[in-house]
């Protein structure tokens, strides 16, 4: 098969779900989607032995060739890895998705096709070789997650909770796709592949530092990064699978993948480090502390999918150190970029299950609310069970997989100190303390939302369902998710071989050059050292936390939620002040955009004649002026001003007639007989015209007023007055060429058998202008008469009042 | 010599248009704008006549006509907007 239509196949799926929910009613939709995501998961399971022997995958199909797109599927360690969790959970979460929903019900059609787009997105994201398809599917994603956050569409939270995540999640996408056209300007290629292969080029570009801060907006919006995580614990409103696929195992991975994906191009760079390991630490700290504060099941585990994630990123950036540093320091950082990934394929795990779980307490007990919930161990077993295999991992304890991740992470961390470049020596210090303090808090949520939920009191009174354990078929998808969980922690040095370590050749492969040279040995006991005592500090510190938390939990009372505020108040503030803005240049007043238009014209005009040097003055070519053009010049003046100042509107009108006829008489004087005669008659007409308006004016407006003086029409009237009449001067200074009026001259009989020039130009050398003046004629004529006939809008007007 | 006599009548018939002009703006009554008017019509194409004199030139013989067919249109559709309060009659029949 080939490897673009396996990314497509869910999407073209996608086109049958709809006719298979309406056509066949007795079995759940479900059923058929869940083909797609476990066939393909079986075609990405074929490749896995290949590309643990350092084979790497290709296929293209050319989309618009001559810009260079096209859909270029490129299968390595890191793609394989991520395509496997994507169709590999996306099963589990149909399998459990067909028990959690009602099929008569839910709307499944519209549920399963938001579904497999998203699948499909996401395998085009990670497999992607081509920036501007990976921005594509990028989108696909970020539009996906939108249709799927807002599924119950009439409730209001699911709409705010969409409407959030899309407006973060795009924000950083369109920023990325910045970053991206910047990288293949840098480049001259869209190719990813070809962008590494030059990549010690492109640091000394420019762009750089550009290309570098934009393409991590993208990654830090989609994975919920720094204050950019505000959205994910809103999209819990989505139905639980939803979550548990997106919100935890797939959606919000792109941004580590995209980070892992280009850290070979921006890792030399110190602001990359700093800002990847800074801001993961940051969220890892901050969101483990406000995970402890959630009283709903999915909030606790939206902060710690969150500050996991955060994990990664720290991770990533440690990883990106090992470029700065050889010898027996760098094995500690390339160390780091191992512990991302393995640390990556264990939240899948536990995280994924322990969704599964909560969406079951809430579909058997009706409530997600922690403060209800208690007592279910002995109700719910084997819920219990795997709720607690899935905390205890993300705790870090030993038996389960999160442990051995957590474990290399505080090595990482640690061993951040030692990196000398940077001023990391001196702020490193940091770095461990804040990962112990985040993996207290990480402990001590982890307890809290297992002993809440399970053990303590049953009440059974405040539980809108009875309480009782779940169908098997709801549980096989925790389970399965379970037993990985446990499994890995005894075989992680297989997880390693066959995909770990084709993945860290992917992130780093300047280091490396054959995956066999990667010899990183994951143990579960390291002997007694610093990361060992770590461990059990955290467990002292982390129990005592949960044991007194009823203590000190009205601290969180005292902190602000301030990044939400900020949300809320940057579009409070968009919305209304746009408003603001908007009403406030938009007067309505034709006359305010009159002035606009006008001073602006002023402005530009003669704004570029002065700064280009327009600007010349050239008597030498002036005729000779007369005296009745004198006489002429102040009659017309003289209307022009009656026209201007007078009270009355007749007189106004009068005064437009004099310039008129004064403009007929200039017409004779400069010799232009056809001019005149033309102008003659249209002046007649319109001043006509005019008259009628005004004997058609209201009774009560016609009040004879003076034109008010106001300082800023006078201003821009003798700027726009004065502007002409400079460039007037400034063309008539200084004229290139000879006009081609000799040509007419002398052709105007031997040529077209006419003495009268003015005509023969008309009708005969350029006819063509003289035919659409005709036009705009008859369209002025039939203008007028369709609006003096036609009557629509007076019916309307009387029988709404008849109404009334 | 010649052209001077033009010149001067010329100068002349400006003169009495810019008197008729007074007339049209202060002219107590309609009647006396609408008299008013004529006058400036017909001072204006005896102008016209002059300047094409002075020019030396025919092409400005059809600009006088019809100059003298609009000034008479205006001054009749004038007189009769002040005797019957309209231009255009809708019914005549009636």
Redesign the interface.
């Known amino acids: 098969m080939n490897l673009i239509v396996a990314i497509f196949l869910p999407i073209l799926a996608a086109l049958f779900v709809p006719l298979l929910f309406k056509k066949v009613k007795q079995l759940h939709t479900g059923w058929f989607v869940l083909l797609i995501p476990l066939s393909l998961f079986f075609f990405y399971a074929s490749f896995i032995q290949r590309v643990a022997n350092g084979d790497i995958f290709s296929s293209t199909f050319h989309w618009v060739q001559s810009l260079q797109l096209s859909f270029i599927s490129y299968i390595d360690g890191l793609s394989l890895l991520f395509s496997l969790l994507i169709t590999g959970i996306g099963s589990l979460v149909v399998l459990y998705s067909i028990f959690y929903l009602d099929k008569s019900k839910e709307q499944l059609h519209n549920f399963y096709v938001y579904l497999l787009l998203f699948m499909s997105a996401m395998l085009g994201v990670v497999q992607s070789d081509n920036v501007i398809t990976l921005y594509l599917f990028w989108e696909l994603t970020s539009i996906s997650s939108f249709l799927l956050i807002a599924y119950w569409f009439n409730r209001d939270a699911s709409r705010f909770g969409a409407l959030k995540s899309m407006m973060i999640t795009v924000f950083g996408g369109l920023l990325m796709l910045g970053g991206f056209v910047l990288l293949s300007m840098m480049g001259d290629t869209y190719s990813i592949r070809e962008l590494i292969a030059q990549a010690p080029q492109l640091a000394q570009h420019d762009y750089f530092t550009w290309a570098l801060v934009l393409i991590l907006f993208g990654a830090f919006t989609k994975s919920a990064q720094g204050p950019f995580y505000i959205w994910l614990p809103d999209a819990m409103e989505a139905p639980t699978p939803v979550s548990a696929y997106l919100h935890s195992a797939t959606m919000v991975k792109a941004g580590i993948y995209l980070v892992a994906r280009f850290t070979p191009i921006f890792a030399v760079s110190e602001l990359w480090i700093w800002l990847v390991t800074g801001t993961g630490l940051f969220t890892l700290a901050w969101c483990s502390f406000f995970a402890l504060k959630q009283t709903d099941l999915k909030g606790i585990l939206a902060f710690s999918t969150v500050s996991q994630l955060g994990l990664i990123m720290a991770l990533l950036g440690a990883g990106a150190m090992s470029y700065h540093v050889d010898g027996a320091v760098e094995t500690v950082f390339k160390y780091a970029a191992f512990a991302a990934i393995f640390h990556l394929i264990n939240h899948a795990t536990f995280k994924g299950s322990l969704f599964m779980i909560v969406g079951i307490i809430d579909h058997e007990t009706g409530t997600r609310d922690i403060q209800k919930l208690g007592g279910l161990m002995s109700l719910m077993p084997i819920s219990f069970t795997v709720a607690m295999i899935g905390s205890l991992s993300m705790a870090g304890v030993p038996l389960f997989n999160g442990f051995l991740s957590k474990e290399m992470f505080l090595t990482a961390m640690l061993s951040i100190k030692e990196f000398g470049l940077f001023s990391f020596d001196t702020f490193g210090v940091l770095f461990p303390i804040l990962a112990w303090v985040a993996s207290v808090f990480t402990f001590a949520y982890s307890l809290y939302f297992v002993t809440h939920t399970f053990f303590g009191k049953y009440k059974p009174e405040q539980l809108p369902k009875k309480a009782h354990e779940a169908p098997i078929a709801m549980l096989v998808s925790p389970i399965v998710l379970a037993v990985l969980v446990v499994t890995i922690f005894f075989i992680p040095n297989v997880v390693a071989t066959y995909f770990i370590k084709p993945a860290v050749l992917a992130i780093q492969p300047f280091l490396y050059s054959d995956v066999s040279q990667i010899d990183i040995h994951i143990s579960a006991w390291h002997g007694f050292n610093k990361e060992l005592w770590m461990t059990l500090g955290i467990f002292a510190v982390g129990t005592l936390l949960i044991v007194t938390l009823k203590k000190w939990q009205h601290v969180y009372d005292r902190v602000p939620a301030g990044f939400n505020k900020m949300y809320d108040a940057v579009m409070q503030f968009s919305d209304v002040g746009m408003n603001r803005l908007a009403r406030l240049y938009m007067t309505g007043s034709n006359q305010t955009y009159l002035l606009y238009m006008l001073a602006s014209f002023v402005v530009l005009v003669l704004g570029t004649l002065f700064t280009q040097g327009g600007f010349v003055f050239d008597a030498s070519n002036v005729a000779p002026i007369r005296v009745y053009d004198i006489v002429l010049v102040a009659v017309l003046v003289c209307g022009t001003i009656i026209a201007l100042v007078t009270k009355s509107r007749l007189t106004s009108i009068i005064g437009l007639g004099v310039v008129g006829y004064s403009v007929a008489m200039f017409f004779v004087l400069f010799n232009a007989p056809d001019l005149a005669l033309t102008q003659l008659v249209i002046e007649t007409i319109s001043v006509a015209l005019f008259l009628l308006c005004f004997y058609h004016l209201p009774k009560n407006s016609r009040t004879e007023k003076r034109m008010r003086f106001k300082l800023s029409r006078f201003a821009v009237s003798f700027g726009v007055g004065a502007t002409v009449t400079i460039v007037a001067i400034a063309a008539q200074s200084q004229k290139m060429m000879t006009s081609i009026s000799e040509y007419y001259k002398e052709t105007v009989y031997s040529l077209a058998g006419g003495g009268n020039i003015v005509n023969v130009i008309l009708v005969d050398y350029r006819g063509f202008d003289t035919l659409f003046e005709i036009a705009v004629l008859a369209i002025a004529g039939l203008g007028i008469f369709a609006m003096i006939k036609l009557r629509l809008g007076e019916g309307k007007e009387k029988k709404q009042i008849e109404n009334k | 010599m010649m052209e001077k006599v033009l ?1 001067l009548a ?2 002349l018939f ?1 003169v009495a248009i810019a008197l008729s ?1 007074y007339r ?2 202060i002219g107590p009554s309609q009647p006396d704008r609408a008299i008013a008017l004529d006058t400036v019509g017909v001072n ?1 194409l005896s ?2 006549a002059i ?2 004199v002075l ?1 030396s ?1 025919k ?2 013989l ?2 006088i006509l ?2 003298g067919i ?1 000034s008479f ?2 001054t009749i ?1 004038f007189s009769k907007y002040i005797e019957r309060g309209v231009l255009i009659e809708r019914k005549r029949n009636d």
Request: hydrophobic content about 80%; charged content about 5%.
């Open positions: 010149l010329l100068v400006i002009l049209l703006v204006l102008a016209i300047v094409s020019l030139t092409a400005f059809d600009a019809i100059l609009l249109i205006g559709s």
